[in-house]
C-alpha cells in the first residue's frame, strides 16, 4: 500500500510541475496571440481531450512530462498560410518570442516562491541548513546560531582525558569554570592552556557529573573527539515579505556553492562518483517523497518548491531541446538580426532532445543501480 501511495505522490508532484510550466508558455502565448494547437499534461495516447476557443486540451496515459503545441515553435511548417499567420509566434517579435520561451522557467519560480513562503511562515521563518555552511552569505536574511546541547564528547585512545578517568561518552560542560558553548570554543581554550593542567566539568550519558583535572598537550589537546551542538540556519524574519523570493535565490546559491565544492573535490581526487550520485531521476525523487511524506504536508511543500526550482534551474540550461537553449537561439538571432535556417534549427532541437532522453534514461539506469544506496540515503 505504501508503495502505491508514493508512486500516486510521484504522479502528482510531477503532474503539477509539469502543469504549471507548460501553463506559462500557454498563457505567454495566448498573451502574445499565438495560435496554440494543444495543452497536453503526459504522453502517449490521450485519455481525455477537450477542444475550446481553437486549442485542444489533453490528459495523455504517460504522466511524465507534458508540452504546449504552439503554431510556428519547434517544427516548421510547409503550410504557406500558417507561415503567414499573425498567429504563428514565428511573426512575433524576438521579445515576444523570448517571453514565451522563458514564462515555464518563471512559472516555477512562482511556485517555489509561494511555497517556500507558506514553508518558512511555517516554520518561524527560518530553515537549518547545518554547521558545515556556517559561512554562507544570504540574500535578504540572515545566518543566525542556536545551541541545542552541551558540548558532546567521545574519548580518543590516548590522552590526557583518557588519563584523568574522565566518562568514555558524555558532555563537557566547562573548563576551569568557564562555560564551553562549542567545539571552537573548546579549542581555543586548550590552546591557551598547553601544557598546563585543566579542571573540566563533565557528565556522562546518564546525567552523572564530576570533575575531572586534565593534563592539555603540547599541541593544545586532551585527546577527545568532538560533535556539534548547536545548529546554523537561514533566519528570514526581518524579511517576511520577501522571504520566498530570497530562499529561492539562497537555494541555487547554496546547492552551486555545494556542488562546486564537490566538483572541486572530485577533480583534486579523480573520484567522481559521489558527484554523479547527486544527480537523479523520478527513481530518486520516490525515494525522497517516501521518506518525506510522514513528515506532514508542509514539509511535503518544501520539497515541491525544491523540485519546482531544480526544474527551474535545468529548463536554462543552454540546451537546445530546453526552454534555455530556445531563449538563447532566439537572442542569437536577435544579435545577428537573421533568422537561423527552420529545417536546421527543428534538427538541432530534435536531436539534443533524443540526446537528452538518452541521458534521463542513463540516470534512471544508474538509480536502479545503485537503489540500495539510494534507499539508505532516506532511512
Not at 505522490?9 to 502543469?19: E, G, H, N, R
Request: glycine share 8%; hydrophobic share 45%.
Amino acid at each position: 500500500m505504501s508503495t502505491i501511495i508514493n508512486i500516486l505522490l510521484l504522479l502528482l508532484v510531477i503532474s503539477i510541475l509539469t502543469f504549471v510550466h507548460e501553463l506559462g508558455h500557454f498563457l505567454a502565448a495566448k498573451l502574445v496571440k499565438a495560435r496554440v494547437f494543444d495543452f497536453s499534461i503526459g504522453f502517449g495516447p490521450s485519455i481525455f481531450s477537450k477542444k475550446y476557443k481553437g486549442t485542444v486540451y489533453n490528459l495523455r496515459i504517460l504522466p511524465f512530462g507534458g508540452y504546449v503545441k504552439i503554431l510556428g515553435d519547434g517544427d516548421p511548417t510547409g503550410n504557406k498560410e500558417d507561415i503567414k499567420s499573425k498567429g504563428n509566434l514565428k511573426n512575433k517579435s524576438k521579445l515576444a518570442q523570448m517571453f514565451v520561451m522563458l514564462a515555464g522557467v518563471t512559472m516555477n519560480i512562482l511556485l517555489a516562491i509561494i511555497l517556500y513562503t507558506i514553508f518558512l511562515a511555517n516554520n518561524g521563518w527560518k530553515m537549518s541548513i547545518g554547521s558545515t555552511y556556517e559561512d554562507f552569505k544570504p540574500v535578504g536574511a540572515t545566518i543566525e546560531r542556536e545551541r541545542m546541547t552541551n558540548l558532546p564528547y567521545e574519548l580518543a585512545d590516548e590522552g590526557g582525558a583518557l588519563d584523568s578517568n574522565m566518562y568514555e561518552k558524555g558532555y563537557i560542560l566547562s573548563i576551569d569554570g568557564e562555560e564551553i558553548d562549542d567545539y571552537r570554543h573548546l579549542v581555543e581554550v586548550l590552546k591557551s592552556n598547553k601544557s598546563e593542567e585543566i579542571n573540566i566539568y563533565a557528565c556522562d550519558m546518564d546525567e552523572e557529573c564530576n570533575f575531572f583535572d586534565v593534563v592539555v598537550s603540547e599541541e593544545g589537546k586532551i585527546g577527545v573527539y568532538t560533535g556539534e551542538n548547536y545548529d546554523v540556519y537561514i533566519d528570514y524574519s526581518q524579511n517576511k515579505i520577501s522571504a520566498g523570493a530570497s530562499h529561492s535565490l539562497n537555494i541555487v546559491k547554496l546547492t552551486g556553492q555545494v556542488f562546486g565544492s564537490m566538483l572541486s573535490q572530485a577533480k583534486d581526487t579523480g573520484d567522481y562518483s559521489e558527484l554523479s550520485n547527486t544527480v537523479s531521476g523520478p527513481i530518486g525523487i520516490y525515494f525522497i517523497i517516501d521518506y518525506f511524506k510522514t513528515l506532514g504536508i508542509i514539509m511535503f511543500l518544501g520539497i515541491l518548491a525544491d523540485l519546482s526550482i531544480s526544474l527551474a534551474v535545468i529548463n536554462l540550461l543552454p540546451i537546445p531541446a530546453l526552454d534555455g537553449g530556445r531563449f538563447f537561439i532566439l537572442l542569437i538571432e536577435s544579435i545577428l538580426r537573421k533568422d537561423l535556417n527552420e529545417k536546421v534549427e527543428s534538427a538541432i532541437i530534435n536531436i539534443s532532445f533524443m540526446l537528452l532522453i538518452v541521458l534521463i534514461v542513463l540516470v534512471m539506469i544508474k538509480d536502479i543501480i545503485n537503489i540500495q544506496e539510494l534507499k539508505s540515503l532516506f532511512k
